[in-house]
């Protein structure tokens, strides 16, 4: 725009020395417009207009000034100014970008992190110095340290925790050491969100497998319960059925025999006219007694 406004002020002047020695009208009118062009260029070329959400860093003659806030801004012909967002940003770790991570047990799993950060202004200064531009700040310093920090993290745990168990304690644990790392520099990162975390075909097999024998160890175990249950209640019973003999074994003298005999014989007699002597004739074996007969 500055050199806009220069080329103006020279065709002013050319033009107005024209039509002062011709002495036309037109070539003065001509002059007075390229004039006022070239001034409204030149004041345009000394002020800079920055947006809403972002912050500017100008820089004249390869020096660096001070961080422009958002509004009209003056600055000198020669400045050059470059903006950043001060809006936060997604850096999405997927697809062909998915960290590749190991865990403490050497199983490979493939992590998908979102990281939002944000320029802040205070520091746009240093982070032009850094990277250079907002794309540069992502590319240079937001993507690999993430990146970095997502494999430290999950090398501290074992594959389960890293795709059931832990989850949200690994989120925690990457959250903070990227916002430890980058707010130094002067990116503030917002949110960090572990969206998935998938393992590798190798170890999700050595998972299915595991699975696998922890359900037969699991079966195996209730049925030893089982068996064990079924053996204790027929102990039980058999020791009670031995206790009851025994009881009774001990219980049945001779005396107690005979009596039994004898109130058996008193019951036969009264119902029925034939009937069967229990006590039998003393050797043990049942007497059949007519009753009819006398």
């Known amino acids: 725009m500055f050199v806009v406004s220069i080329l103006l002020l020279i065709a002013a002047a050319v033009?107005?020395?024209?039509g002062r020695a011709a002495g036309r009208r037109g070539l003065k009118l001509g002059s007075a417009a390229a004039l006022a062009a070239g001034l409204f260029a030149a004041l345009a070329s000394c002020l800079h207009v920055i947006s809403a959400y972002e912050v500017g860093v100008p820089v004249a003659f390869g020096k660096v000034g001070r961080p422009m806030s958002s509004g009209v801004n003056v600055t000198s012909p020669f400045t050059t100014v470059t903006t950043f967002s001060t809006r936060p940003v997604d850096l999405n770790l997927s697809d062909k970008d998915v960290v590749e991570v190991r865990s403490s047990q050497g199983g490979v799993m493939y992590a998908e992190v979102t990281v939002k950060w944000?320029?802040?202004?205070?520091?746009?200064?240093?982070?032009y110095k850094l990277a250079g531009s907002e794309?540069?700040?992502?590319?240079?310093?937001?993507?690999?340290?993430?990146?970095?920090?997502v494999r430290n993290v999950f090398a501290r745990h074992t594959s389960e925790e890293g795709y059931a168990s832990a989850?949200?304690?690994?989120?925690a644990e990457i959250g903070d050491l990227i916002k430890e790392r980058l707010a130094p520099r002067g990116i503030d990162v917002t949110t960090v969100n572990l969206r998935n975390v998938k393992p590798s075909d190798q170890l999700q097999?050595?998972?299915d497998r595991k699975i696998q024998q922890q359900q037969a160890t699991e079966r195996a175990t209730e049925a030893a319960r089982t068996a064990k249950a079924e053996s204790d209640r027929r102990k039980i019973?058999?020791?009670?059925?031995?206790?009851?003999?025994?009881i009774l074994n001990d219980s049945l003298s001779d005396k107690i025999l005979m009596n039994q005999c004898i109130e058996a014989f008193k019951e036969a007699s009264a119902k029925h006219p034939v009937y069967a002597v229990p006590c039998g004739g003393g050797s043990g074996t049942p007497l059949i007694v007519d009753g009819t007969k006398k």
């Open 118 to 127: 944000a320029v802040t202004p205070s520091k746009a200064v240093e982070l």
């Open 135 to 149: 794309d540069a700040i992502q590319q240079r310093l937001v993507f690999p340290d993430s990146r970095e920090i």
């Open 15 to 18: 033009l107005f020395v024209a």
């Open 237 to 246: 019973e058999a020791e009670g059925i031995a206790r009851a003999n025994k």
């Open 205 to 207: 097999n050595q998972i």
């Open 167 to 171: 989850r949200e304690k690994i989120n």
